[in-house]
């Protein structure tokens, strides 16, 4: 008899081990011994799926055919929703059919297109820090090579155009930034394209945080400066849909089709019935503009990111309102996860930016996922904690 291995495959092995594994635990262990925990450690949005979405939703699940298998690409009325949408908000005209593929989540998206371009050994940039999505399980899982670029605060957060190595088959790029909250100029987003072509590196860019904006800033498409890139997006922060599992690929038909070839081996399509949900929530771009619903949202993290800021700046730290996302994002002083620790005595859990890349170290993440009220004890416990001796 042969004995199995179960040793998983070394690929798999690559992956580093969980980072937030002891933070998590502890805050487990403080949960077990009953106590009050405020959890600004997820991107998840504590905000409701707007009502006249999860009707839709409802009404479509209850819609014959609609139990039935969708397809790996997305329903043609989904795509076109996209298309129409891409339209009206960055004024960029797609083809539903060789331009746009519905994904499970731009997190499958951007994995599956790694499967699909990425050979073993090829070099793959990545921002640090970033989502750790495009260095593990989009690179790694695909035997690719991830090559660090720093986003340092004194660039903005902007991967430095005249450094980034050449010679990588992909660079991913993120804005409005998880986890900087940063945000990039038109122009360097059009130098970005050019450094793209120039070096014969596919930009990927990910715009899951294209509506979630504050202040009169505006997100922009690469596609807008460029049509030789691909760009993936997600109704998950826009309509508070995470759960869901929705989002779109658009952009260069070769990038696309590669995806959807992947995707056709590998899954049977979003469901349709939230397909059909994902498309009214399309729908309600009437112009371009965000509809009310997620103006309300945007709103409401506004707040809180003011409330977080001004708190935060009072006790000292460098924090700026930022134009994007539901993070802040800052320098904490000290070794990032000594300093969750730190908070999370007080029962607060916040990220350390050691979990998003070398160059995090030193800083942390707030998701504003928690009411005005729980930031402001929140806060109030920060203060407490680090005000008392160690
Ligand atoms: C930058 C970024 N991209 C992609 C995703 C994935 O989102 P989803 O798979 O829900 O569309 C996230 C989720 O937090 C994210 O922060």
Redesign the pocket.
Known sequence: MIAMTRETAARLRKIPPYLFADIEARVRAKMAQGVDIIDFGI??PDLPTPNEIVEELAKQAKSPGNNQYSTSSGEEETREAVAEWYERRFNVRLDPEKEVVI????????IDFCRGFVDPGDRVLVPDP??P?YAQGGTLLSEGVPVRVPLLPEKSFLMDLRSIPTGCKIVFV?YP???TAAVATRDYLKELVKWGRGTGTIVCY?N??SEMTFDGYVAPSILEYGRDCIE??????TFNM?GY???YAVGDPDLISGLKKVKSQVDSGVPKFIQKAAVFAFGMYKDGGRPPVVEKNVAIYKERRDVAVAGLSRMGFSVNPPLG?FYLWFNCNEESMDFARKLLDAGVVVTPGIGFGEHGEGFVRMSLTQPVKRIEEALERIEKVLSSPA
Do not use: H
């Open positions: 991107g998840d994904t499970m989540g731009s997190k499958e998206g951007l970033s989502y999505v993120n930034n998880n986890p990910d899951a945080y993936f997006g997600s109704l998950s922060k995470t599992r929705i989002g996302t």
